[in-house]
């Protein structure tokens, strides 16, 4: 199991944001969180990256505690987050460097160059990040995410804002990574498209709660996706 | 070392920049119009040089001050506005060590600032007492001040996580520091001026200033109000570590 | 009766006299030397002023003052000392019977024209103030136009951050393609 998750809570100024989360991650997943706005995924996301702390509850990534050992879970883990923005000013090159001289083991030029041709940049590394279209934002953000080699990625909504190809570019990028290097992806949305394409497991997260969660193939075979989601968060709003 | 690729980080984006050198050109002209001013105008010229060493030194710290106020508040602040903080807390890299490589660059700012002036100073001063004396104590006193007023605003821009609202009280901060230049003389001597002169370190810095340029005095005399400065500096660095400590997206 | 009359008359006119010299011959006296000086902008001069006691009693708390008068035509006015004198005011705890004290009024000119210094000294146990008499001040303009060779930092500061800013922009554009 590499994230184990028990009965989390954390709310914000009287709001629950989670309610007593709980849920598993197998080695090798790609794990769709699903839900609709405001039921908490970018807050676990959050915690489970070690940038906020819950309340209670447990959280183990690969055997590490993230509240008591967060520079141990921050070495094996990394994340796009949702609204994710970039120093223009740099070029991608200098921009993945940036980001790898905050690791203990720091990439080469040449291995972030790689990183680049890998998300499909090449020939765009020295190119100032604004003058990028928001798709290649993304790539570069996926870049940017897996240069320390995690054993686990976290992706907030990662497909969020792009257009038909810029998504099935992200979709393609995630299937490799899997199958090439093995990394671990939970990535959260609210688009079930990206879920049926990617994802070998979901978790339904409503009201800060899991409602619903399991192998996508054998969820499928009591119903469609889209009429379980509803189903799951008829309270909720997509 | 984490800090140090922070700072570099935040030299290029802060001080290499279009903006960066605009403030830099500013400074210099600025200067460049009192030093003119004070050596030629037929009123102002007649001030003891050691005076206008005094005044320039002032003007100077207040900028380097300033501009440090932005620094701090843009800090945590500017990047969450910008989206690029969670990606910086994602990575290994232990907050204060961001908050230091921030610290970095803002006194990065003060020692060009201070370089700037320094031909200034040499010119303005060349001709009066205390000059290199003088250059010294604005060296370390700045580098102090720079200290503070920095780390009190990125503290509070790592709490209000408000870019607009950490720099509208940093501002406010140093216009209350910097208010007591305008009291009169008389309210300035009587006990209270005195004991607000000694509390704001700002003003103690000024005081420090006026002491050893104008009238000469030594070290002894500049004890008191350089410990309380260096017991501020202290401070802001504590209040930074705990407000980030704090931090949360 | 007439007679009585121009008596009484006397005898109130004596009166009168005798309070009126009282008044007129004050305890104290003021001079200031030099009487007359000419220098130029910029210049510190000094100017020295004599109190003396001419009564048989110590003179106590005796409070002295320089003042400066513009005098050039046109811009007749008193001159607030301000940036001329650090020390304009001084109190004299005391002077003895006949004896005096001296007091110096360091000045640095700082604008040009024709001035009058004097000197006041308030005594309270007077009625009046009493001031020295005017020493004339002739003030030459004197303008300087590179003084301390500031121009070629004032000029080439702003321009030499403005070229290195340039130079900085123009590789990392180079670089950026």
Request: charged fraction near 20%.
């Amino acid at each position: 199991m590499i994230i184990n998750v028990e009965n989390l809570i954390k709310s914000y100024d009287g709001h629950t944001a989670l309610d007593g989360l709980s849920f598993s991650v197998e080695e090798g997943d790609i794990f769709g969180f699903l839900g609709p706005n405001g039921a908490g995924k970018t807050t676990t996301i959050r915690i489970l990256t070690a940038i906020i702390k819950a309340d209670s509850g447990n959280v183990l990534i690969n055997g590490h505690d993230v509240f008591k050992e967060p520079l141990a879970v921050k070495k094996i883990v990394n994340a796009l987050p949702e609204s994710n923005g970039y120093y223009e000013w740099m070029t991608a090159q200098e921009y993945l460097e940036f980001f790898s001289n905050l690791y203990d083991e720091k990439q080469s030029k040449q291995e972030s160059g790689k990183l680049l041709v890998d998300v499909g940049l090449s020939g765009k590394e020295n190119h100032l990040i604004r003058s990028y279209s928001r798709g290649m934002k993304q790539r570069l953000g996926i870049a940017r995410a897996l240069i320390n080699k995690p054993k686990l990625l976290f992706l907030d909504e990662p497909t969020n804002g792009l257009d038909p190809k810029g998504r099935r570019d992200i979709h393609d990028l995630l299937i490799t990574l899997s199958r090439k290097h093995g990394t671990t992806i939970l990535f959260s949305t609210h688009l079930l498209d990206d879920v049926e394409r990617l994802c070998n497991k979901i978790a339904i997260i409503n009201y800060g709660k899991i409602v619903r969660t399991g192998e996508l193939d054998k969820m499928k075979g009591q119903g469609t996706i889209e009429d379980m989601f509803f189903l799951s968060t008829k309270e909720g709003a997509l | 070392m984490k800090s140090a690729y922070i700072m570099q980080k935040e030299i290029r984006e802060s001080i290499l920049t279009p903006k960066g050198f605009l403030w830099y050109i500013l400074t210099s002209i600025i200067l460049s119009v009192l030093s003119y001013l004070f050596l030629t105008n037929s009123e102002l010229s007649l001030l003891d040089q050691g005076e206008m060493l005094y005044l320039i030194m002032n003007f100077i710290t207040a900028l380097g001050v300033l501009i440090g106020l932005v620094f701090g508040a843009d800090a945590f602040a500017g990047e969450m506005e910008r989206g690029t903080l969670e990606a910086l807390l994602i990575s290994p890299v232990n907050k204060m060590e961001i908050a230091l490589g921030k610290l970095g660059a803002a006194l990065t700012n003060w020692g060009i600032i201070l370089a700037i002036s320094l031909p200034y100073l040499f010119v303005v001063g060349k001709r009066g007492q205390n000059l290199f004396i003088g250059i010294g104590y604005l060296a370390v006193l700045g580098t102090l001040l720079t200290i503070i007023f920095s780390a009190f605003s990125m503290g509070l821009s790592a709490r209000i996580k408000s870019m607009k609202n950490s720099l509208i009280i940093s501002f406010f901060l140093f216009l209350l520091v910097g208010s007591p230049i305008f009291l009169s003389t008389a309210l300035r001597m009587t006990w209270f001026g005195k004991f607000l002169d000694l509390i704001n370190p700002f003003a103690d810095a000024i005081n420090t200033f006026d002491s050893v340029v104008i009238d000469s005095q030594n070290f002894s005399y500049q004890a008191w109000r350089i410990a309380i400065i260096c017991g501020y500096t202290l401070l802001s660095l504590w209040f930074l570590k705990r407000s980030v400590s704090k931090l949360e997206m | 009766m007439k007679r009585a009359t121009v008596f009484l008359l006397m005898i109130l006119l004596a009166i009168a006299v005798s309070y009126t010299s009282a008044s007129a011959i004050s305890r104290i006296t003021v001079s200031i030397n030099p009487p007359s000086i000419q220098a130029n902008m910029g210049d510190k001069i000094i100017y020295a002023g004599t109190i003396t006691n001419n009564s048989d009693k110590a003179a106590d708390n005796v409070i002295a003052y320089i003042s400066l008068a513009n005098v050039t035509q046109g811009k007749e006015s008193p001159m607030d000392l301000e940036d001329w004198s650090a020390n304009k005011a001084i109190k004299v705890d005391t002077i003895p019977p006949h004896g005096t004290y001296e007091g110096k009024w360091p000045m640095r000119l700082i604008d040009s024209g024709s001035y009058v210094a004097y000197i006041t000294a308030v005594d309270k146990n007077d009625n009046a103030p009493i001031s020295s008499t005017l020493s004339h001040l002739e003030i030459q303009r004197v303008i300087r136009l590179n003084p301390n060779n500031v121009l070629p930092i004032a000029l080439g500061e702003p321009i030499l951050i403005g070229t290195v800013f340039l130079f900085i922009s123009i590789k990392r554009r180079r670089k950026n393609k």
